[in-house]
């Protein structure tokens, strides 16, 4: 041998053991949390008390109270009336503020028109208001 040594062969450094980054899932969880928090309502939303008439319902003692609902205005037991003039109207034919009143939306009419007709009622003390399909 000549003095010239031979390649050396050196053990490799022994691998690493990862750990798994859980940086990313955490994201993706905190990115989650926000969604569903912004998604969520807190708030009740609003809501009118109006019962549906049954066909099981016993007849009022008391005059019939139909209001019909339409594009152009409304009609009280089929007459014709100013929608100022309604509660008016109304408790001319009732005893107690308590006493039903039938709404009846008729062909066209839209859902806010029946509203407004609903909290004008309201306002003016009639506490209940059943509305009937067409």
Do not use: H, K, W, Y
Not at 58 to 67: G, I, M
Request: glycine residues 8%; proline residues 12%.
């Amino acid at each position: 041998m000549s003095g010239r040594a031979g390649p050396r062969f050196t053990e490799p450094a022994p691998a690493r053991v990862r750990r798994t980054n859980l940086t990313p899932m955490i994201d993706v969880l905190f990115i989650l949390v926000v969604f569903f928090l912004l998604a969520a309502r807190f708030a009740p939303e609003g809501a009118l008390p109006v019962a549906a008439a049954g066909a099981g319902a016993a007849a009022p003692p008391t005059p019939p109270r139909l209001v019909t609902v339409t594009p152009a205005g409304v009609a009280l037991n089929g007459r014709a009336l100013a929608e100022e003039g309604l509660p008016a109207a109304l408790a001319a034919l009732m005893a107690d503020p308590g006493d039903p009143v039938v709404l009846r939306p008729a062909e066209g009419a839209d859902v806010q028109r029946l509203v407004d007709v609903v909290e004008a009622l309201a306002a003016a003390g009639i506490a209940r208001v059943l509305v009937a399909p067409e």
